[in-house]
T-cell receptor, first 113, second 112 residues
């Protein structure tokens, strides 16, 4: 039982490049989330999904897109990376809604030059 | 929407002392208050949570208190140890809300 995994662990992009971050969970959770973590700003919600085929915007969605084609996977895309998107990205999942334990992945450190 | 403020941003204590981290929230409908611990370079992990039907919850050296009237909740760590050094995040949510709102984090350093 791997829990929540993220791919890749590290990535360096040039401004304007695109990339996709993959999150996978094997706990049969309905809810999945993408956060970004910046120094002094805690965890800010980018997008989330309440089930396969559904996505919704969080607190800081601009510049990102997501997809949830399979229940176990949640993809975060950056179409045209900007230096302001340099951050650590965490994926999380939970069995039910906001009052349930969230399980986090190990994170992806992204640097945009 | 919900807004969670967390204080202090950094906290340094001597080993064996107690540490207290405080959070306030804005939405009176919030009824779930978890605390996550994040060690350096690691993922956040839930350490304790409290729901609005109780005022205090303990788990060994860790306790959380909730004051719904004042809309604040606190994390108490007693007999601190060097392995308690980490960033601690509070959060708030409510039944029907689809995500947690996190505080900005407190970096706790326990000096041996």
């Amino acid at each position: 039982n791997a829990g929540v995994t993220q791919t890749p662990k590290f990535r360096v992009l040039k401004t304007g490049q695109s990339m996709t971050l993959l999150c996978a969970q094997d706990m049969n959770h309905e809810y999945m989330y993408w956060y970004r973590q910046d120094p002094g700003m805690g965890l800010r919600l980018i997008h989330y999904s309440v089930g396969e085929g559904t996505t919704a915007k969080g607190e800081v969605p601009d510049g990102y897109n997501v997809s949830r084609l399979k229940k176990q996977n949640f993809l975060l895309g950056l179409e045209s990376a900007a230096p302001s998107q340099t951050s650590v990205y965490f994926c999380a999942s939970s069995y039910s809604m906001g009052t349930d334990t969230q399980y986090f992945g190990p994170g992806t450190r992204l640097t945009v030059l | 929407g919900e807004n969670v403020e967390q204080h202090p941003s950094t906290l340094s204590v001597q080993e064996g002392d107690s540490a207290v981290i405080k959070c306030t929230y804005s939405d009176s409908a919030s009824n779930y208050f978890p605390w996550y611990k994040q060690e350096l370079g690691k993922r956040p992990q839930l350490i304790i949570d409290i729901r609005s039907n109780v005022g205090e919850k303990k788990d060994q050296r860790i306790a959380v208190t909730l004051n719904k009237t004042a809309k604040h909740f606190s994390l108490h760590i007693t007999e601190t140890q060097p392995e308690d050094s980490a960033v601690y995040f509070c959060a708030a949510s409510s039944t029907g809300r689809r995500a947690l709102t996190f505080g900005s984090g407190t970096r706790l350093q326990v000096q041996p």
